[in-house]
C-alpha cells in the first residue's frame, strides 16, 4: 500500500493519495458536510444482529460543523474514478449502479479524531460500508487518524471497543493498540417519587452525603489519588465535554464538578470526615436499544471494594440526584470497573447493570517512527 500526502494544510496530513489491498485507488479527505447522505447510507445497517441502532449517521453533521483541525476532525476515505467494484454481482443492485457512477466522490468509509486533553485524542465512528470490507480500508483510517493526532500533538490515542464486536477489536490490536481498562455501567433505576419526597428522605442512609453544596474537593482528589479503583481504571473515567470518551481524570475536573452541583461525596459521620466515595454527574444520554427516553450519566462512582456503606450512601445519593436533576429521568447509567469487587459491591444493593463490559484501547503515538 502506496501512501502519498498532498496536504495543502500546514497542520494535517490530508489528503492522503493510496490505494486498497486490491490496489483500487482510494483518496482519505477531511469531511464535508456534502457528505452526510453517503455516511447515512454507510451506517444504514452496522449492527445487523443487534437491536442498536447507529448513531453516526444523525451526529456527523455536528461533527463536521465542530471540525476544526486542531481539536477535531472527521475524515473521509473515498474511491477514486475507474476503480474497481467490490463484486460482479452487484450490477443487479440498481442502488448501488446508481452510485457507481460517481465513485470519484463516493465516500465507502469515515471516522473521527478529537482531543481530550493537550496529550489525549480519541478516536470514534470508524465505519467502512459495507460492501468494500475487507480491503484494508478499516487500517488505512486507523494509520490516518494516528497521524493527524500526532500533528494535534497528542502523545496518546484511544478508543473503545463493546465487547461483542470482536472484529474491531481485533482491527485495533493488528493496528498497534494495546489492551486497556474495562469498564461496566452499573444503573441506579432514579426514585419514583416526587421532587419534594427525595429531597427530604434521609432513605436510612449509613453515611453523609454533601452535592451541591460541596466545594471542598482536595480530600476527594486525595481519596482518588490513594483508591484502588484509581488503579484499576488507570485514572480514566468519562470525559466531561465528548460523549462515549474517556481521558485522565485531574484535580480542576473535580473541583468544576464541586462548583458546578455535579459531585456527590460521600463522608463518614465522624470529626475527621473521611471520604469514603464519590460520584460525578456528566450528562444527559440517549439509550441504546430500545428504550427511548433520556438518562442520566455518571462519570465514575468511586468506592473503595468492600465498604458496603459507602456503597449503599453513594448509590442511594445517585439515584436522588438524578430525580432531583429532572423528575422524568427512569434511568441512570455509573462507570464502574469490569471487576467483581466492584460489581458484586453494587449487586448487593441491587441495582441493575450491562449486560456486557466495554474494553478500551490505546495506543502511544510519543516515539513511533512515520515516514
Request: include cysteine.
Amino acid at each position: 500500500m502506496d501512501v502519498h500526502h498532498t496536504s495543502t494544510s500546514a497542520s494535517l496530513p490530508l489528503p492522503v493519495h493510496t490505494t486498497d489491498n486490491t490496489g483500487a485507488a482510494m483518496t482519505v479527505r477531511t469531511a464535508e458536510l456534502a457528505d452526510a447522505d453517503a455516511v447515512k447510507r454507510i451506517t444504514e445497517n452496522t449492527w445487523s444482529d443487534r437491536s442498536e441502532d447507529d448513531y453516526l449517521g444523525s451526529v456527523f453533521p455536528e461533527w463536521v460543523a465542530a471540525d476544526d483541525g486542531k481539536t477535531a476532525q472527521t475524515i473521509i476515505i473515498s474511491v477514486d474514478s475507474q476503480s474497481q467494484l467490490p463484486s460482479d454481482n452487484d450490477s443487479l443492485n440498481p442502488d448501488l449502479d446508481s452510485n457507481h457512477s460517481d465513485d470519484a466522490t463516493k465516500p465507502v468509509g469515515v471516522v473521527q479524531v478529537c482531543t481530550l486533553s493537550e496529550t489525549e485524542a480519541w478516536v470514534q465512528g470508524l465505519r467502512i460500508a459495507p460492501e468494500y470490507r475487507g480491503r484494508g480500508l478499516a487500517t488505512i483510517l486507523i494509520e490516518t487518524v494516528c497521524a493527524v493526532a500526532r500533528a494535534m500533538h497528542a502523545a496518546v490515542l484511544r478508543g473503545i471497543v463493546f465487547s461483542w464486536n470482536s472484529a474491531s477489536l481485533g482491527l485495533l490490536r493488528q493496528t498497534g493498540f494495546d489492551p486497556g481498562i474495562e469498564f461496566r455501567w452499573i444503573q441506579p433505576d432514579p426514585y419514583n417519587a416526587s421532587i419534594e419526597t427525595v429531597s427530604t428522605s434521609n432513605n436510612n442512609i449509613p453515611l453523609s452525603i454533601q452535592t451541591g453544596e460541596d466545594t471542598s474537593t482536595e480530600d476527594v482528589w486525595s481519596f482518588w489519588q490513594k483508591s484502588q479503583i484509581r488503579d484499576a481504571l488507570d485514572g480514566i473515567i468519562i470525559d466531561n465535554a465528548e460523549s462515549w470518551a474517556l481521558s485522565t481524570l485531574r484535580r480542576h475536573r473535580i473541583q468544576h464538578a464541586a462548583t458546578t452541583g455535579r459531585l456527590i461525596t460521600v463522608r463518614s459521620n465522624s470529626s475527621t470526615d473521611a471520604v469514603r466515595g464519590f460520584a460525578i454527574r456528566t450528562r444527559t444520554y440517549e439509550p441504546m436499544g430500545e428504550v427511548s427516553t433520556p438518562g442520566v450519566e455518571y462519570a465514575i462512582g468511586a468506592w473503595e471494594p468492600g465498604d458496603e456503606a459507602a456503597v449503599q450512601s453513594l448509590l442511594t445519593a445517585v439515584r436522588r440526584d438524578a430525580t432531583l436533576f429532572d423528575s422524568t429521568i427512569d434511568h441512570t447509567r455509573v462507570l464502574v470497573p469490569e471487576d467483581t469487587r466492584w460489581l458484586s459491591d453494587a449487586a448487593v444493593t441491587g441495582v441493575g447493570m450491562w449486560s456486557e463490559p466495554i474494553f478500551l484501547m490505546s495506543r502511544r503515538l510519543l516515539g513511533e517512527v512515520t515516514g
